[in-house]
């Protein structure tokens, strides 16, 4: 009797599975083909037209804005050689520069750390007091020999990230408290919380920053004063704690009543509860909404502009004004689109991949 040999499909193994889902999804009918084919090919056009004006017909080295204006160049990122630094530091002593850049990489070292499940220990925790702290001394100066730099000074990506960062780190657990209170037996309690959270849910951002920035210091005693970007950091933080509260109170709610009443059969007390059973849970459930407010609120700091503070939006549209350089603005907001675009698709990534880390097992 003859036997049938099988061979292998030719082709590596991303080949034989790739070509199969393009059949199935893209050219199963006249139709989809169609449409494959012609948004295939208005991706290729632009793609194309992106390269040879970003790339191959770029002005990389110029020294003003006329001469990347000659016929047949594309983007003139000479802008962004010349105007780098100040995008980024702002009005930063220029000698100076190095410490914000090193408080800069401080912090995406410590956030990419954080990010690492084995790292999720107390002494990262100890490590971000530390990083903090180093951070004030380097940004202030006075000691160790830096010279004193007033906040005022303080400008674009490290003054961006000291106020989207610690306010996702005070603002969480401010967050969790809201919105334990919120559920709460005790009337007191449970108004003072809602009633926190449906106002600073009920007005803009812009609204809070100028209550921070201009009605606070009326309120406050004669000749004491409040840095401004103590004030922002505030507001931002009660801001973003308001709308993560809904989020943790959503995951609350969502959990099944059994939890509460097992954790509560083991004798245990609310706040161990709460921090063993209840919260794990429930933080799980509404990672998405969570980290969505944290990239809503990394883009909000741009808002800060509007009571006089250079972040990096506005050291960008600083940038601009010189006369020398005046018209480039395609070139200068892709460059500001990129880093936001970086962080932002950094930490929806790292959201889809925790989320798929603490849900394994659960899924159907």
Request: positive net charge.
């Amino acid at each position: 009797m003859a036997t049938t040999t099988m061979l292998p499909a030719a082709g590596p193994n991303w080949v034989r599975r790739f070509v199969p889902w393009i059949r199935a999804n893209l050219f199963n009918s006249v139709g989809n083909s169609i449409i494959t084919v012609v948004v295939g090919g208005l991706v290729l056009w632009l793609v194309s037209a992106l390269v040879k004006w970003g790339i191959i017909d770029a002005v990389w080295v110029a020294p003003n804005m006329r001469a990347c204006q000659a016929e047949g160049t594309g983007a003139c990122w000479a802008f962004v050689a010349e105007k780098w630094r100040f995008i980024l530091f702002g009005r930063f002593p220029y000698d100076s520069q190095w410490r914000p850049a090193l408080v800069t990489v401080l912090l995406f070292v410590l956030t990419g750390a954080s990010f690492v499940p084995k790292l999720w220990r107390r002494e990262t925790a100890y490590a971000w007091l530390a990083a903090i702290l180093v951070s004030a001394i380097l940004m202030y100066g006075g000691v160790l020999g830096l010279d004193y730099v007033p906040s005022d000074l303080w400008s674009g990506l490290p003054l961006t990230l000291i106020l989207s960062l610690l306010s996702m780190i005070l603002g969480f657990p401010l967050a969790v408290l809201l919105a334990l209170g919120r559920r709460s037996n005790l009337p007191i309690i449970k108004i003072f919380c809602t009633a926190s959270i449906e106002i600073m849910r009920g007005v803009p951002l812009i609204t809070v920053l100028f209550m921070a920035s201009l009605m606070l210091p009326l309120f406050l005693p004669p000749g004491f004063t409040v840095d401004k970007q103590l004030r922002a950091l505030i507001a931002i933080t009660l801001f973003l704690a308001a709308y993560q509260a809904e989020d943790v109170r959503a995951g609350l709610m969502a959990l099944p009543k059994g939890q509460f009443e097992a954790a509560d059969a083991l004798g245990l007390s609310y706040w161990r509860k709460t921090k063993s059973i209840v919260l794990p849970q429930a933080i799980t459930i509404v990672i998405p909404p969570l980290v969505g407010n944290l990239i809503g609120n990394f883009k909000n700091t741009s808002l800060v502009s509007i009571i006089s503070l250079l972040d990096l939006m506005q050291t960008t549209q600083v940038a601009l004004i010189d006369p020398n350089w005046r018209g480039l603005t395609s070139e200068a907001y892709l460059f500001l689109g990129v880093i936001y675009f970086a962080a932002c698709f950094a930490m929806s990534r790292y959201s889809q991949w925790l989320e798929r880390r603490l849900n394994k097992g659960k899924r159907r």
